[in-house]
């Protein structure tokens, strides 16, 4: 492998530009992100993509905002316009847990450090940008960006802010991934339009002044939504609203989007297509020297560096749709896959990388086993306007052949290199359940999970059912909790088969929407039942653009508008998650206490019955950092409770 040169990584000083020979940036990004230059991290691959259209590009990682700005001013003056992400993450749920404390550690920062990401991050650096270069264009995007591109709930500041175009007085937001989009901004640019102009790119937003006229584009049809005004006023009409953005998220062929803010007009574009396989490969494909940049050499590892270092991203796109979830909003519901070809290459480039050992930690995406998987016939896709594939059930025009993966892994392990090849990535197990799936090849589903649980996991499968009551399932957009437990039995039956000795993680959520303490109660007492004991879990925390922060914030399901309940004090909060730990002795008074007021005894029979010993010992297992918060289930078996599981999981799922 060859040895990487400073110029092998895009500019972050006048120094490294020089040694370009450049004597002017075409364009200047500043990202909330230190700069790694690797095809998992947004700022390094728009900065790729930027340079492969012939562009001068720099890179500005991690502005100091706490002192003289030089930061900003450093590089000077871009030909073309700026570029500002808050980072792979919202600034703010890198900053804060779900309970609002600020965190202790940064994960996209050298060493870990905190403090050098500010809160609101694209906004401040914009505001900056335009102070100082009022007349350079500037353009945001990456999720802080995308998911705040409309009248949004900040949970941090407990109140509805409107678009980040208005705070961050930025021109122009990308939504979603910013690939295409910015191929038409640079096309327009080079042939002269001026930034101005520029007001019908598909996937970007733009702020109208009063006196300027809407753009006219006949191939588009257009909606208006509640302005932000209203949405401040009436909390059921902000929840309306979210009805309309989502459906237009996720139309193949969808309208314009307006909103009235205050004296100005949004004008929210429809999103580009989903990206073809020769794009995704060309975006991969660009040359990563998939490191960190040099600077940080001296300053201490990058957490979400080392946890990507050795991992492989096959595709793009969600298509589960899940309430709590932001995937959709910005990634899109259809998938857009690599080819097997652009995978085994990225493998290659790893394998040879001089500190591989043989392990790839990862082969996924935002769900591990959705490649490749698409309608069956097009045009049945291009008029729906569903936000989930799978939710209630598994649409019969979705083809969910895991025989692509399953062939994807098997050319993987085939390279000499590769010792074992992990799957990392979250699995959707309910697709894997013929019960469920039932329109797929129930051996070709039995293939995947043996082909995973024999050759890509190690000793434990984590999956994430997130609840066990069903009216909690069914706003979640997540399946019956019986298909956990089908799913379950096919997992014992392999492991069996097999002789391995596996361990199946489940993932739960507390205090999400319509969750009520008994029904905590009723999870805690059904996955005892199943041998489970749940240790590090996850608290819901509301981010912008999600169904479940919508009402989490008004009250209203966005698309009935009926009234829906929330957990929301701190007690509420505390009393559902402290229901995971029944098993802790300080707990114990606590949960007969809460269960008899509400006349539950056969639960606290359940789950502290008085003939029942002390509890079980803890188990120690490593913890996972989850994206939202510090959360990690661990199980242990607990044979005492195996007479007692179907006769209560049936008595309970009539009371529910």
């Known amino acids: 492998m060859k040895t990487n040169q400073l110029t092998d990584w895009l500019p972050t000083t006048n120094k490294?530009?020089?040694?370009?020979?450049?004597?002017?940036?075409?364009?200047?990004?500043f990202s909330g992100d230190a700069y790694v230059d690797h095809p998992s991290f947004g700022p390094a691959v728009i900065g790729r993509i930027l340079e492969s259209y012939g562009l001068k590009v720099a890179i500005v990682p991690q502005p100091s905002v706490h002192d003289n700005l030089q930061d900003f001013t450093k590089l000077g003056t871009p030909r073309l316009f700026f570029g500002v992400t808050g980072g792979c993450m919202d600034p703010m749920v890198s900053n804060y847990t779900a309970t609002k404390k600020r965190r202790d550690k940064d994960a996209y920062t050298p060493n870990g450090d905190k403090g050098f990401r500010p809160d609101?991050?694209?906004?401040?650096?914009s505001k900056i940008l335009k102070e100082k270069f009022p007349d350079v264009p500037v353009l945001i995007g990456g999720i802080e960006a995308s998911l705040?591109?409309?009248t949004h709930y900040d949970y941090w500041s407990d109140k509805l802010l409107p678009t980040i175009l208005e705070t961050s007085k930025a021109d122009m937001l990308v939504?979603?991934?910013g690939e295409q989009p910015l191929r038409e901004v640079v096309e327009l640019l080079q042939k002269g339009v001026p930034f101005s102009s520029l007001k019908t790119i598909k996937q970007t937003a733009i702020l109208l002044d009063k006196d300027e006229a809407i753009p006219k584009n006949k191939n588009w049809e257009d909606v208006e939504i509640h302005s932000h005004t209203v949405c401040l006023n009436d909390k059921k009409k902000f929840a309306s609203n979210f009805k309309v953005i989502e459906q237009e998220s996720n139309k193949l062929k969808a309208n314009r989007i307006?909103?009235?803010?205050?004296?100005?007009?949004?004008?929210?574009?429809?999103?580009?297509?989903?990206?073809?396989?020769?794009?995704?490969d060309a975006s991969f494909d660009l040359p990563y020297t998939r490191l960190p940049h040099p600077k940080y050499n001296k300053r201490g590892p990058i957490p979400a560096f080392e946890?990507?270092?050795?991992?492989?991203?096959?595709?793009?796109?969600?298509?589960?749709?899940c309430s709590f979830c932001t995937i959709s909003a910005h990634q899109g519901k259809f998938i857009a896959s690599r080819s097997q070809e652009s995978v085994l290459k990225e493998v290659d480039k790893v394998a040879n990388m001089p500190d591989f050992k043989g392990y790839l930690s990862d082969i996924g995406g935002p769900s591990a086993n959705m490649y490749k998987m698409k309608g069956k016939v097009q045009s049945i896709c291009d008029k729906c306007v569903a936000p989930s594939c799978i939710s209630p059930v598994i649409c019969s025009n979705l083809d969910t052949s895991h025989k692509p993966l399953t062939e994807l892994y098997q050319a993987v392990d085939k390279h000499p290199k590769v010792k074992k090849s992990f799957i990392g990535s979250g699995i959707r197990h309910d697709m894997l359940v013929p019960e469920f799936n039932k329109n797929a090849d129930a051996k070709e589903l039995d293939d995947y999970t043996e082909e995973v649980m024999t050759k890509h996991i190690s000793g434990r499968l984590k999956v994430a059912p997130e609840h066990t009551s069903d009216p909690v399932l069914k706003l979640m957009r997540k399946p019956s909790f019986t298909y956990f437990h089908k799913f379950k039995e096919r997992f014992d039956k392999i492991n069996i088969k097999k002789g391995l000795k596996l361990q199946l993680i489940p993932y739960f959520i507390s205090n999400h929407p319509a969750c009520e303490v008994e029904d905590?109660?009723?999870?805690?007492?059904?996955?005892?039942d199943m041998g489970f004991q749940l240790e590090q879990v996850q608290g819901f925390t509301p981010t912008p653009m999600t169904v479940a922060t919508v009402i989490y914030y008004s009250g209203y399901h966005p698309y009935t508008l009926k009234p829906t309940k929330t957990p929301k004090t701190k007690k509420e909060k505390d009393d559902q998650h402290r229901f995971f730990f029944w098993y802790k002795k300080e707990n114990r008074d606590?949960?007969?206490?809460?269960?008899?007021?509400?006349?539950?005894?056969?639960?606290?029979?359940?789950?502290?019955?008085?003939?029942?010993s002390k509890g079980w010992k803890s188990v120690n297992l490593k913890a996972v950092k989850n994206t939202f918060d510090d959360a990690v289930p661990t199980t242990k078996s607990n044979s005492s409770s195996g007479s007692r599981r179907k006769r209560k999981h049936k008595s309970r799922k009539k009371r529910r």
């Open 16 to 29: 490294e530009v020089k040694l370009r020979g450049w004597d002017e940036l075409d364009v200047i990004l």
């Open 120 to 125: 609101y991050a694209t906004s401040v650096y």
């Open 148 to 150: 705040r591109r409309v």
């Open 175 to 177: 939504y979603g991934m």
């Open 258 to 280: 307006f909103q009235q803010v205050n004296d100005k007009m949004l004008v929210i574009n429809p999103p580009f297509p989903t990206m073809l396989e020769e794009e995704i």
């Open 307 to 321: 946890m990507i270092k050795f991992s492989i991203n096959i595709h793009r796109g969600c298509f589960g749709g």
């Open 520 to 528: 905590m109660a009723n999870l805690a007492a059904e996955t005892k």
């Open 590 to 612: 606590w949960i007969k206490k809460t269960l008899n007021k509400v006349g539950r005894k056969d639960l606290v029979e359940a789950l502290v019955p008085e003939q029942e």
